[in-house]
Nanobody, 112 residues
Framework: QVQLVESGGGLVQPGGSLRLSCVAS????????VAWYRQAPGKQREWVAR???????YYAVSAKGRFTISRDNAENAVYLQMNSLNPEDTAVYYC??????WGQGTQVTVSS
């Protein structure tokens, strides 16, 4: 069973930046699209961004222009660079590849 480990979350002030990482326990990402999702307290999990095997990236409206998804197949990793963060971005962030398991998530808190 492939495991995904998200990291890079934390507490950041409004307007700040964070870079999230998602690393797989073995080579798996190369042929798959990988996506980031988030779940805020009391809300449903929502899709944030996706990158396909060729590197094309797609974003939710809330993320477009502020977040950048990237991948490093050699490192079995996918990243989410988040800029201009605001309190509405506060959530647990998860990564997932098509058909794969959910990771444990990483908490992002945007607060002054």
């Amino acid at each position: 069973q492939v495991q995904l480990v998200e990291s890079g979350g934390g507490l950041v002030q409004p307007g700040g930046s964070l870079r999230l990482s998602c690393v797989a326990s073995r080579t798996i990402f190369r042929g798959f699209s990988v996506a980031w999702y988030r779940q805020a307290p009391g809300k449903q999990r929502e899709w944030v961004a996706r990158i396909n095997p060729g590197g094309d990236a797609y974003y939710a409206v809330s993320a477009k222009g502020r977040f950048t998804i990237s991948r490093d197949n050699a490192e079995n990793a996918v990243y989410l660079q988040m800029n201009s963060l605001n309190p509405e971005d506060t959530a647990v962030y998860y990564c997932k590849y098509d058909g794969g398991p959910w990771g444990q998530g990483t908490q992002v808190t945007v607060s002054s």
